[in-house]
């Protein structure tokens, strides 16, 4: 019944989980780029990476800035799809270990506090798509870097 509504289509599912992904962290990196934004640019979140105890902070606050940003409009074009998806796996899993759980002591599902769930989210939907692939829809394929 539900295929005759709407028909499965992998490509289509890649592309709107790749869209909702990029969504969701571009802003995430502007705040985190922005000198005159609340974290104040790569250097308030080197130094809020330094507090964590994150090695290399101001390297690393570069990255993660970069990633949410232009790794986040490289997911929703499809370019670099399992490269970008895996190194977000690994900075929702560094999210969760070191802020969540480390610094927040926070449960799964959040109480008073934030709970990790969402990040635990997008760690399933970056995972999905490190191991499929941007699909048909996504430029990968066009340059070469997928089937």
């Known amino acids: ?17 790749r869209l909702a992904t990029g969504l969701v962290f571009l ?3 502007w705040l985190k780029l922005n000198p005159n934004g609340p974290m104040k640019g ?11 105890g994150i090695p290399l902070p101001g390297l690393l606050a570069w990255v ?5 940003t232009a790794g986040a409009l490289l997911l929703i074009l499809g370019l670099g799809t399992r ?3 895996l190194a977000i796996v690994v900075e929702m899993l560094v999210a969760i270990l070191r802020v969540r759980i480390g610094v927040g002591k926070s449960p799964f ?7 990790w769930e969402f990040e635990f989210v997008l760690i399933a939907a970056a995972l999905t798509l490190a191991i499929a692939g941007g699909g048909s829809l996504a430029l990968d394929p066009i ?4 089937r």
Not at 2 to 11: E, G, M, N, R
Not at 109 to 115: R, S
Not at 143 to 146: E, I, N, S, W
């Open 1 to 17: 019944m539900v295929d005759s509504l709407v028909p499965p289509s992998t490509d289509l599912g890649l592309l709107l989980l």
């Open 27 to 29: 802003p995430h990196g």
């Open 42 to 52: 790569p250097g308030g979140v080197a130094a809020w990476f330094k507090q964590l």
């Open 64 to 68: 993660v800035a970069l990633l949410e």
């Open 83 to 85: 490269l970008i998806a």
């Open 109 to 115: 599902m959040g109480g008073q506090a934030a709970g």
């Open 143 to 146: 340059v070469g870097l997928a």
